[in-house]
């Protein structure tokens, strides 16, 4: 069965980090692309992060968050993270982590991805 759980998620002053992790069970990690999400409410979910398969170059950025937040992975724990520094209110969302097998048909669009966890609730107070 395969699975994908987030945590790390929580409330925030705006300038505050947070780290989300998402932990996979059911397959290794090391040979999926793997993605972070967010939705805000009656939104579209929206690409934040994405890294590639194996040992993760070429990771992939939304404009908004670059030289804010690291996506990486330990491929040894099976698990991906999320470093989130100098959070905005704007970075307010329900974080999801995603796995697929390409980066088709592109690494931020949700299209691209088979697996899914239920999201984490990050909330940046001003």
């Known amino acids: 069965q395969v699975a994908l759980v987030e945590s790390g998620g929580g409330s925030v002053q705006a300038g505050g980090s947070l780290r989300l992790s998402c932990a996979a069970s059911?397959?290794?990690?090391?040979?999926?692309?793997l993605a972070w999400f967010r939705q805000y409410p009656g939104k579209e979910r929206e690409g934040v992060a994405a890294i590639s398969h194996g040992s993760g170059d070429f990771p992939r950025y939304t404009d908004s968050v670059k030289g804010r937040f690291t996506i990486s992975r330990d491929n040894a724990k099976n698990i991906l993270y999320l470093q989130m520094n100098d959070l905005k209110p704007d970075d307010t969302a329900m974080y999801y982590c995603a796995a697929g097998t390409s980066w088709y048909p592109s690494p931020l669009d949700s299209r691209t991805y088979d697996y899914w966890g239920k999201g984490t609730q990050v909330t940046v107070s001003s």
């Open positions: 059911g397959y290794r990690i090391s040979a999926k692309y």
